[in-house]
């Protein structure tokens, strides 16, 4: 396998293609950005630690029956992943009460409901990614009704496997934003990365925050936080 042009650079991620049609090169940046852009800076050895949070990841959930588009880790920053056609979806799954649900409710963030909470939000960074729901997304010809049901059950399959890992890590998975694509068989797959920067990971002792809401709100200690859950998601996969 050899990786040829960039395909495409966005604010935390480049694409290579390969001499495989079928795959690319999926190679995570030390950028961190935050509120579209606003907020920006580099993070020493960011790209490096979510490239290998994430393979680790996206390597459980394929041993675990998730399908996914990651293949396997190339180099410290790369992974090889099969070409997907995205749905313009995110979908957020809640374990926790957080961000924007809090902000948008008035509740306090950490209450933990009794039930799972699954938002859908419109990929659409111009309108700022809004929350949709089941109607909006049928109307708009991004998934229909089955597609839909069938993105739940394997959201909440996912989130039960991530809650599992992350609870051996003393970590408590407090949210997180998935993204799906289609393959060339037509089959769901998770089509995304599954880091820090896309998943609210509180320490279970102490609430510390171990993710990117440490860059967004200005709390310091970025790098060690997300050093901290590689090395313990390393430790709980032994
Ligand atoms: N998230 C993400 N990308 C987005 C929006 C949210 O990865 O464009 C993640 C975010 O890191 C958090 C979860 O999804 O883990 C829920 O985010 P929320 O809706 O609370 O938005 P935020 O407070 O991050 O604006």
Redesign the pocket.
């Known amino acids: 396998m050899k990786q040829l042009e960039l395909l495409y650079e966005g604010k935390s991620k480049q694409i290579y293609a390969t001499d495989n049609a079928q795959n690319v090169i999926i190679s995570f940046k030390d950028d961190a950005t935050a509120f579209y852009n606003i907020k920006r800076a580099k993070i020493e050895h960011k790209g490096k630690m979510n490239c290998a949070i994430s393979s680790m990841t996206l390597a459980y959930l394929n041993e675990h029956g998730v399908a996914t588009h990651f293949i396997e880790q190339v180099d410290d920053n790369g992974q090889l992943c099969r070409v997907v056609e995205h749905v313009a979806l995110?979908v957020?799954v809640?374990n926790v009460i957080?961000?924007?649900?809090?902000?948008r409710l008035g509740l306090e963030e950490g209450i933990v409901p009794e039930n799972t909470i699954f938002?859908i939000?419109l990929r659409d960074a111009e309108l700022g990614?809004p929350l949709i729901n089941d109607h909006h997304a049928v109307a708009m010809g991004i998934a229909t009704y089955e597609e839909l049901e069938t993105i739940y059950q394997t959201s909440a399959k996912i989130n039960a496997l991530l809650v599992e890992l992350y609870r051996k890590a003393g970590i408590t998975l407090?949210?997180?934003?998935i993204e799906f694509g289609h393959d060339d068989k037509g089959c769901l797959v998770l089509a995304d990365e599954l880091t820090p920067?896309?998943?609210?990971l509180w320490d279970t002792q102490t609430h510390e925050r171990l993710?990117?809401d440490r860059f967004?709100r200005d709390l310091g200690r970025v790098r060690e936080a997300y050093e901290e859950v590689a090395n313990r998601l390393r430790d709980a996969l032994k």
């Open positions: 995110e957020i809640r957080a961000g924007s649900m809090a902000k938002d939000c990614d407090v949210d997180f934003k920067d896309t998943c609210r993710d990117k967004r």
